[in-house]
C-alpha cells in the first residue's frame, strides 16, 4: 500500500475557502491545471444523508484502505460547502493521467442522471476561481476527467458543459480583480 497523504476534512463556505487558500504555501507542489469530476455515487440527494465530517473519514477509509491509494481528490464540492479532502499543498489520486499534475475537484452528484445543480455548481465555480487565482492558472486549461486518455466513463457527466463552467469561472475571477487592468481589454 502506498504512503498515505492524510486528508484536511474541513468544509468552507466559498468565502472561508478563499481565506483558507490564501494561507496555503505552494512551494514544494504547484499544479498545471485542474481536473473536474462528478461524485456520480454519492448522489447529491444521498450526500447529506451522513454528516460531513463523518462522510469525510468514510472516504478516507475508502481510499485508503480499500483502493490502497495515497490520496483522494483535493475537493468535495456539495450545494451547501466547499470540503477539502487531500491537502491542496500535495498531490492527489483522481486522474490516471494527471494526478501529479492537477487538482482533483469532484462535485457531488451524478450529471449523468441527474440535472447539474445550481448550487453545487455556484460554489464548483467559486472553489476553481480560488484555486486558478491562488496559482495563476487560466480557466482555459480546465479539464473534464473525461478527457483523459486513461478514462474511460463520462465524467463529470453529460449535463456538466465545460464551456459554461469556464466562463463562468473566468467570470468570477474578473469579478475578484475589478477594476485591475485587463490585458488585451484595451484599458
Given at each position: 500500500?502506498?504512503?498515505?497523504k ?26 498545471q ?41 483535493h475537493?468535495f ?13 500535495v ?30 455548481r455556484?460554489?464548483a ?26 478514462t ?36
Open positions: 500500500m502506498a504512503q498515505w492524510g486528508i484536511v476534512g474541513k468544509s468552507f463556505t466559498p468565502a472561508a475557502f478563499a481565506a483558507y487558500v490564501a494561507q496555503q504555501k505552494f512551494d514544494q507542489w504547484r499544479p491545471f485542474v481536473v473536474l469530476h462528478n461524485t456520480a455515487s454519492p448522489k447529491l440527494a444521498q450526500w447529506h444523508s451522513v454528516p460531513g465530517e463523518q462522510r469525510m473519514k468514510n472516504l478516507e477509509d475508502f481510499y485508503k484502505n480499500k483502493q490502497g491509494w495515497s490520496a483522494g481528490p475537493l464540492v456539495a450545494d451547501d460547502l466547499i470540503w477539502v479532502f487531500t491537502p491542496l499543498t498531490t492527489g489520486v483522481h486522474s490516471p493521467s494527471w494526478n501529479n499534475v492537477a487538482w482533483g475537484v469532484e462535485m457531488v452528484g451524478d450529471y449523468n442522471s441527474e440535472p447539474f445543480d445550481a448550487g453545487v455556484d460554489n465555480v467559486a472553489a476553481l476561481a480560488t484555486l486558478h487565482a491562488a496559482v495563476a492558472l487560466d480557466p482555459k486549461t480546465l479539464r473534464f476527467h473525461k478527457e483523459d486518455p486513461k474511460t466513463h463520462d465524467c463529470p457527466g453529460k449535463n456538466v458543459v465545460k464551456d459554461d463552467v469556464i466562463t463562468r469561472v473566468s467570470a468570477a475571477l474578473a469579478g475578484q480583480h475589478e477594476g485591475e487592468h485587463i490585458p488585451g481589454a484595451g484599458n
